[in-house]
Nanobody, 119 residues
């Protein structure tokens, strides 16, 4: 399972750091990612990090958010700087997890953590 934490209320221009920890039967996780969903909007990709270390960001967060990971701890992070009210959403972590050498990887989602940015 995935456990996300670190959300909260912050003023515009502020920062937050989200964490997601994976637990259970895990051989590997690739990729690790963050998504977000604002009210009445579809869930959208924010950032992903791959086992190679490469990263992928949505255009709307480039230069402001940074995804990183600690593979030994099966944990990844999203450092969010220069937050704006439009960044307000529920942020979900997602992982593609290989649990067995004989089965395809499975996708898991965390329960989400609320980020609210006030103007």
């Amino acid at each position: 399972q995935l456990q996300a934490s670190g959300g909260g209320l912050v003023q515009a221009g502020g920062s937050l750091r989200l964490s997601c920890a994976a637990s259970g039967s895990i051989i590997s996780i690739n990729p690790m990612g963050w998504y977000r969903q604002a009210p009445e909007k579809q869930r959208e990709l924010v950032a992903s990090i791959f086992s190679s270390g490469s990263t992928d960001y949505a255009d709307f967060v480039k230069g402001r958010f940074t995804i990183s990971r600690d593979y030994a701890r099966n944990t990844w992070y999203l450092q969010m700087n220069s937050l704006q009210p439009e960044d307000s959403a529920i942020y979900y972590c997602r992982a593609t997890v290989r649990q067995s050498a004989y089965r395809d990887p499975r996708i898991f989602w965390g329960k989400g953590t609320q980020v609210t940015v006030s103007s």
